[in-house]
């Protein structure tokens, strides 16, 4: 055996099943090895598809997400993935092969310095210098990747050590003296959280996608405590979206609920989350009633990190959360939920019908036809937010899209990622028509396992998001984001790949594309001609707080006018 | 507020990178970074003046701590040892100015380690302020070269930093 083969026997030792990747030179040893094991490895057509399919795998399955590339260029085209999967604390772990030690400092063809351009973007690395550490290292990236806040780990092996013979033994004892996540919550600080949310009278639940392994433990406490639930974007899921303890989530495209709710809550119980600027608009502004807020995180260094914390829990969210619900006691806030209840009324997320379409109704469609019983994936941009609002998210890991880093282009990979954690459950990519165009090589990917993802382009000829900020602070100057005269026709891009690729403008057919695309069986693509000028609403301008909240769009009033 | 911060790591290739990289990234002022073996094979100590309020020391704590390699990390608030050391290369123009130099000198406890025509450097040890102050005695008369390794600390008594329980890990 010599060192590859040791890498997959490590891997195959750590339950991996599956493996996405892309070969070159520097991994090839690995790449020899891979053709006897019995681990299955997904091609895909560039590095970064790779390891954001790894990172919805990791997230639709609960498990350990792993990507594989070559030297240098395969290795930097990790980095984006790696930050992405930091940020929203998804388990990976990155196989790079790297020029032989001898040549390592060279610059030798394709050598670079994956572990210290790799820093910043990944929990921890290592390179493995000694053919013997590999089964050690591996099982110590797994750990680090997968235990306390999860996270991306990358480990680097030159090509000399893939191809150095290996006899040493699997049985390995992982030796991390500096690293011990703290799993169980102080008791006497859960305590505490109890007592405040009693005396409580307008609390709030806030759940994140830390808490998306908790999800039954959140609903027994919410259930019996009955308090308001608010989950954020990486949260949703986590606590059911057609429950009626749901407010939607908060932040600059929340929900009026949500955002009031927050405003004017006394006690905050957060669980999961990180307050990310995203949630809070202005720190200083964010929750000014709020006198308690709890916060339950299993990294120490996010509590306070940006909020002030009167109680806070360092542990897991599944183990605080179900500590939480066997001390929780019925709280009497009935007129608090009078109040929450007007403002959901009054303003739940809704679009007006116009003869055109629109992105919203084709969400809202897809989501009616499934029952809302499918993954769901995302780009990044103004289909994202809609896709947060109108798709009701009842089951957790169902919804993988890119929140800390908001990353355009991960919709594709991520639901070819998700498609291979989840056989046989139906997996809906809403993506835009510039975000899809960063990744959508992968529609080969696609094809070749025949993943049987619906992609569903909300194209409105612009980059979006983007264009509603110019319509919205700068003077309607649309510079530079104009896509239509240049877009390509995507459903006959598709039926090039060979996939079925649709085309919808008229939204009297909408129903019935949406009939089309679900009975499909195998991939298919539906370009959705939506208007060009929608705006997400409500919207908390950058810097922010709920105050400032635009609850609806101000263009549409002005232009209804006219 | 001037915060000394020891920190206990595994002695692996790259942690002091690590280290460096963090606080830079996070934004953290730091004044000096002093980093050395200790008594027990794989282990090195890192001693780090930082300076910010009880939130700034807080989050560099944390930050720290989250670091794979990182087994320990205590800010020197209670009684503690500070030492530094400097070599100043200081300028001699005259006779008059050799005689007075030298009084600064025994004044500080610092050592003549070399002597020129032109020039003497004294080696000092003693916490910031005194090798600050020394510093600036000698300045009127000409520095050449300040070379200065930060401090490093160790906590008066029984209290030491060693290997078992990070309390707030990951
Ligand atoms: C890689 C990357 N580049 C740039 C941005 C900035 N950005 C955020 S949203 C957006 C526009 C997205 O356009 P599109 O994917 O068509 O979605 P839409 O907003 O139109 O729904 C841009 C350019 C980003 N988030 N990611």
């Given at each position: 055996?010599?060192g590859?083969?040791?890498i997959?026997?490590a891997?195959?030792?750590?339950?991996?099943?599956?493996?996405?990747?892309?070969?070159?030179?520097?991994?090839?040893?690995?790449?020899?090895?891979l053709?006897?094991?019995?681990?299955?490895h997904i091609l895909?057509?560039?590095e970064?598809?790779?390891?954001?399919?790894?990172?919805?795998?990791?997230?639709a399955?609960?498990?350990?997400?792993?990507?594989?590339?070559t030297?240098g260029?395969?290795?930097?085209?990790?980095?984006?993935?790696?930050?992405?999967?930091?940020?929203d604390?998804?388990?990976?772990?990155?196989?790079?092969?790297?020029?032989?030690?001898?040549?390592?400092?060279?610059?030798?063809?394709?050598e670079?310095?994956?572990?210290g351009?790799?820093?910043?973007v990944?929990?921890?690395?290592?390179?493995?210098r000694?053919?013997?550490d590999?089964?050690?290292?591996?099982?110590?990236?797994?750990y680090?990747?997968s235990?306390?806040?999860?996270?991306?780990?990358?480990?680097?092996?030159?090509?000399d050590?893939?191809?150095?013979p290996?006899s040493?033994?699997?049985?390995?004892?992982?030796?991390?003296?500096g690293y011990?996540?703290?799993?169980?919550?102080?008791?006497?600080?859960?305590?505490?959280?109890l007592?405040?949310l009693e005396?409580?009278?307008?609390?709030?639940?806030?759940?994140g996608?830390?808490?998306?392994?908790?999800?039954?433990?959140?609903?027994?406490?919410?259930?019996?405590?009955?308090?308001?639930?608010?989950?954020?974007?990486?949260?949703?899921?986590?606590?059911?979206?057609t429950?009626?303890?749901?407010?939607?989530?908060?932040?600059?495209?929340?929900?009026v609920?949500?955002?009031?709710?927050?405003h004017?809550?006394?006690?905050?119980?957060?669980?999961?989350?990180?307050?990310?600027?995203?949630?809070t608009?202005?720190?200083s502004?964010?929750?000014?009633?709020?006198?308690?807020?709890?916060?339950?995180d299993?990294?120490p260094?996010?509590?306070?990190?940006?909020?002030?914390t009167?109680?806070?829990?360092?542990?897991?969210?599944?183990?605080?959360?179900?500590?939480l619900?066997?001390?929780?006691?019925?709280?009497?806030?009935?007129?608090?939920?009078?109040?929450?209840?007007e403002?959901?009324?009054?303003?739940?997320?809704s679009?007006?019908?116009?003869?055109?379409?629109?992105?919203?109704?084709?969400?809202?469609?897809?989501?009616?036809?499934?029952?809302?019983?499918?993954?769901?994936?995302?780009?990044?941009g103004?289909?994202?937010?809609?896709t947060?609002?109108?798709?009701?998210f009842?089951?957790?890991?169902?919804w993988?899209?890119s929140?800390?880093?908001?990353?355009?282009?991960v919709?594709?990979?991520?639901?070819?990622?998700?498609?291979?954690?989840?056989?046989?459950e139906?997996?809906?990519?809403?993506?835009?028509?510039?975000s899809?165009?960063m990744?959508l090589?992968?529609?080969?990917?696609?094809?070749k396992?025949?993943?049987?993802?619906k992609?569903?382009?909300?194209?409105?000829g612009?980059?979006?998001m983007?264009?509603?900020?110019q319509?919205?602070?700068?003077a309607?100057?649309?510079?530079?984001?104009?896509?239509?005269d240049?877009?390509?026709?995507?459903?006959?891009?598709?039926?090039?790949?060979?996939?079925?690729?649709l085309?919808?403008?008229?939204?009297?057919?909408?129903?019935?594309?949406?009939?089309?695309?679900?009975?499909?069986?195998?991939?298919?693509?539906?370009?959705?001609?939506?208007h060009?000028?929608?705006?997400?609403?409500?919207?908390?301008?950058?810097?922010?707080?709920?105050?400032?909240?635009?609850?609806?769009?101000?263009?549409?009033?002005?232009?209804?006018?006219? | 507020m001037?915060?000394?911060?020891?920190?206990?790591?595994?002695d692996k290739?790259?942690?002091?990178?690590?280290?460096?990289?963090?606080?830079?990234?996070?934004?953290?002022?730091?004044?000096?970074?002093?980093?050395?073996r200790?008594?027990?094979?794989?282990?090195?100590?890192?001693?780090?003046?930082?300076?910010?309020?009880?939130?700034?020391?807080?989050?560099?704590?944390?930050q720290?701590?989250r670091?794979?390699?990182?087994?320990?990390v205590?800010?020197?608030?209670?009684?503690?040892?500070?030492?530094?050391?400097?070599l100043?290369?200081?300028?001699?123009?005259g006779?008059?100015?050799?005689l007075e130099?030298?009084?600064?000198a025994?004044a500080?406890?610092?050592?003549?380690?070399?002597?020129?025509?032109?020039?003497?450097?004294?080696?000092?040890?003693?916490?910031?302020?005194?090798?600050h102050?020394?510093?600036?005695?000698?300045?009127?008369y000409?520095?050449?070269?300040?070379?200065r390794?930060?401090a490093?600390?160790?906590?008066?008594?029984?209290?030491?930093?060693k290997v078992?329980?990070?309390?707030a890990?990951?």
């Amino acid at each position: 055996m010599n060192g590859a083969a040791a890498i997959l026997k490590a891997l195959e030792r750590q339950g991996v099943t599956t493996i996405f990747g892309h070969p070159g030179g520097t991994i090839m040893p690995t790449y020899d090895a891979l053709y006897d094991s019995p681990i299955r490895h997904i091609l895909v057509r560039h590095e970064q598809g790779g390891v954001h399919a790894a990172t919805a795998y990791a997230r639709a399955s609960g498990k350990v997400g792993v990507v594989m590339a070559t030297s240098g260029p395969g290795a930097l085209n990790l980095v984006t993935g790696l930050q992405d999967a930091l940020m929203d604390s998804t388990a990976v772990v990155a196989i790079t092969g790297n020029v032989p030690q001898a040549l390592i400092g060279t610059d030798a063809f394709q050598e670079a310095d994956v572990c210290g351009i790799t820093q910043p973007v990944t929990k921890h690395n290592f390179q493995i210098r000694d053919v013997g550490d590999i089964p050690r290292v591996i099982a110590e990236a797994f750990y680090i990747a997968s235990t306390g806040r999860p996270g991306p780990v990358l480990v680097d092996v030159p090509k000399d050590v893939q191809l150095a013979p290996f006899s040493g033994s699997f049985d390995v004892e992982i030796n991390l003296p500096g690293y011990r996540p703290t799993f169980r919550g102080h008791p006497r600080q859960i305590e505490r959280a109890l007592e405040a949310l009693e005396r409580a009278k307008k609390p709030v639940l806030m759940v994140g996608g830390g808490a998306q392994h908790a999800s039954a433990e959140l609903i027994a406490f919410a259930e019996k405590t009955g308090i308001p639930v608010i989950p954020t974007l990486m949260g949703l899921g986590a606590f059911p979206g057609t429950h009626r303890q749901f407010l939607g989530m908060p932040g600059m495209h929340g929900s009026v609920a949500a955002n009031w709710a927050i405003h004017n809550a006394d006690t905050i119980l957060a669980i999961g989350l990180r307050f990310d600027d995203r949630v809070t608009g202005k720190v200083s502004r964010f929750a000014p009633n709020a006198h308690t807020i709890i916060h339950v995180d299993i990294d120490p260094a996010e509590i306070g990190k940006l909020v002030s914390t009167a109680i806070p829990v360092v542990g897991d969210a599944k183990w605080v959360a179900a500590e939480l619900a066997k001390g929780a006691k019925k709280l009497s806030i009935a007129e608090w939920w009078q109040q929450v209840d007007e403002w959901r009324t009054k303003h739940p997320f809704s679009w007006n019908p116009k003869p055109y379409l629109q992105s919203q109704e084709v969400i809202h469609a897809f989501w009616e036809a499934t029952g809302g019983k499918a993954v769901v994936t995302s780009g990044v941009g103004q289909h994202q937010m809609f896709t947060a609002q109108f798709f009701k998210f009842d089951q957790p890991r169902s919804w993988i899209n890119s929140g800390g880093l908001g990353t355009m282009g991960v919709g594709l990979p991520f639901a070819i990622g998700a498609a291979l954690a989840r056989p046989g459950e139906l997996v809906i990519d809403f993506d835009g028509d510039g975000s899809f165009q960063m990744t959508l090589q992968e529609l080969a990917t696609v094809k070749k396992y025949n993943l049987p993802v619906k992609i569903v382009i909300l194209n409105n000829g612009f980059l979006g998001m983007v264009r509603q900020w110019q319509d919205l602070f700068h003077a309607r100057r649309y510079s530079e984001v104009y896509l239509a005269d240049s877009n390509p026709d995507f459903a006959k891009l598709a039926e090039a790949y060979g996939i079925k690729g649709l085309t919808l403008s008229d939204r009297g057919k909408l129903a019935e594309a949406v009939q089309e695309v679900l009975e499909h069986d195998g991939p298919v693509l539906l370009d959705c001609r939506v208007h060009h000028e929608e705006g997400v609403f409500p919207m908390i301008p950058s810097g922010g707080a709920a105050e400032d909240m635009i609850i609806e769009n101000p263009r549409e009033a002005v232009e209804a006018g006219d | 507020m001037r915060h000394v911060v020891s920190v206990l790591v595994q002695d692996k290739p790259g942690v002091l990178q690590r280290i460096a990289g963090l606080i830079a990234r996070r934004g953290f002022n730091i004044e000096s970074l002093a980093v050395g073996r200790t008594h027990q094979e794989g282990l090195s100590r890192i001693s780090l003046v930082v300076t910010g309020d009880d939130r700034v020391l807080e989050q560099v704590e944390k930050q720290l701590n989250r670091l794979i390699e990182v087994i320990k990390v205590t800010d020197h608030s209670e009684p503690h040892v500070e030492r530094e050391l400097a070599l100043v290369k200081v300028a001699v123009p005259g006779m008059e100015e050799r005689l007075e130099i030298k009084d600064i000198a025994e004044a500080f406890r610092a050592r003549i380690v070399d002597v020129a025509r032109k020039s003497i450097i004294f080696e000092l040890t003693g916490d910031s302020v005194k090798v600050h102050n020394f510093i600036e005695a000698m300045r009127p008369y000409g520095l050449m070269e300040v070379m200065r390794t930060g401090a490093v600390a160790l906590s008066r008594g029984e209290q030491v930093l060693k290997v078992r329980e990070k309390k707030a890990a990951v």
